[in-house]
Each structure stands twice: as structure tokens, then as C-alpha cells.
């Protein structure tokens, strides 16, 4: 049988590296769980009771664009946690946890090329294989920046060559990093927006980590856009209840892009 070899090329996935960096030890300590890296807390009590109460919806599909109701509790938790005014109608799109979503968006505003050339997707390393595997699908280059010790768990914006900015079309930032827990300053994100102005890209940021913190919230792309006054079409923000409320099974998530770039993903 003739199998694609569209994703053959792509790295390795961490967890099979990892496993096999660690076959050769034996164990030693205390267990530590480095699987696939689930919630260890419980879910808020009422998310129970709240299921079953409305189990009669599970029968029937939910509209494409979430209920207006959802619509309108993510742009309420918008504003409140970054100060961003986000309309419900048309700047907001629910998903099936945000990993569908990562995925969807690359198919949907990935051009199939920049200024005449092969399009390049940049993204942290380490980095989420969605990235990477979004990249593969509409025949783009994944250009992998290294987001190490030495560049403070981030990549590094000075290192990065006009010409390619000038070929990139999506900049993945995820902030709060998995796996380092990185967090990227305000300055780091108005910077990014203004090389997304500049160069003419997108940046998708994955902050489903954003409301795990010790103690002052991590700052947010939606905040940056508002402070900066970029253009909203420039970025796509992804979230979801998976980290924040220990709820990976309800696959819950959601996006907030520019008005075309909503309508874009959503008719995919
Ligand atoms: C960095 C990162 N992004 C996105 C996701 C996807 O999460 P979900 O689809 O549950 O929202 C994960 C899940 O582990 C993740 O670690």
C-alpha cells in the first residue's frame, strides 16, 4: 500500500524521545510521572452536577460557532483578564480543545506562499508537534528557534534574518512555555507584533498555559495587540479549560483572531 510521506519527514514526537532516553536507566527515587503530562488537580466540584443538569444537549449537535452564550463568557473573560474588548459575533470561535484548533488554523490562513516563495512557519524548540504538523500539511517549512537556557527559553527575535521574516507567514509563540514554563515579557510581545506588522505574518499564540501562575498573571498577545494598536488580523490566540480548570476530557478551547481570520478558520 502506498503511504504519504507528507509527515515521515517531521521530528520525532517528545514522548518516544524521552522514553527512550530513559529506557537505559534504571529506576531510582520517587516516581515522577513525565507521560503526557495530565492535570494532577481535580476539577472545579461544580462542573459535575452543571453536565448532568443539561445531559439532553449531549443528544443534539452544538452550532458550528459555539452557543452566543460561551461567545459571550470568553470575550467577558477577555476583557476581564487582559483589559481586551473582543467582539462575541465576530472575533470568537469555541473548539474542541485548542489542539484541533492549532492545527485548523494553519490549513485555513497559511498561504500557499509568501512573496513568491515557499512559506516558512516559525516556531519555538522544543515546541508542540501540532505545530509542526500543521506546517506539514499545507507544505510549508518549519523553521524550529531554538528556545533554550541560552536565549532564555524563548526565541530569540534578534536572531532572526529579515529575508526570513519577510518568507514567514505564522510565528508560533507559546507563552507560558511548555515544556520550560518560560513566560514572555510585554516587550517580547509588542516586539513580536511589530515584526508581524513589519514582515507581514501572523503570530499564533498558544497560551493555553496563561492561568498557571505563582504569582502575578503572565501577560498576554490580546493585551499586546491592545497597546500597540496592531492590526487584530495579525494574531490568533488559542486557550482552552484543559490546563487552567484540569478539564482535558471536556475539550473545551477556543480561539480569538481578527473578524476574516475567525471566518476563515471557521468555514474550514
Ligand atoms: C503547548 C500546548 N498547546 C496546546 C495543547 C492542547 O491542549 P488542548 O487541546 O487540550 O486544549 C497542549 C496540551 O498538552 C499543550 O501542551
Redesign the pocket.
Known sequence: MALTERFSNLPEYAFPRLRALLDGHAPGGTPLSMS??EPMHPFPHWVGPLIAERQAEFGRYPPNEGTPELRAAIADWAARRYGAVVDPETRILP?N????G?FNACLALCPETKRGARPLVLMPNPF?Q?YAVGAAAVGAESRYLPATAETGFLPDLDALAPADLDRTAIFWL?SP??PQGAVAPRGYLDRLLGLAERHDFIVFA?E??SEIYRDAPPPGMLEALAATGADPERLVV??????RSNL?GL?A?FAIAGPEATREIRSG
Open positions: 503526557i503530562g473548539l480543545g485548542s489542539r484541533e492549532l508542540y501540532v507559546c512555555s511548555n498558544d493555553c498555559y488559542f486557550n482552552s479549560l484543559s490546563k482535558p475539550r478551547g
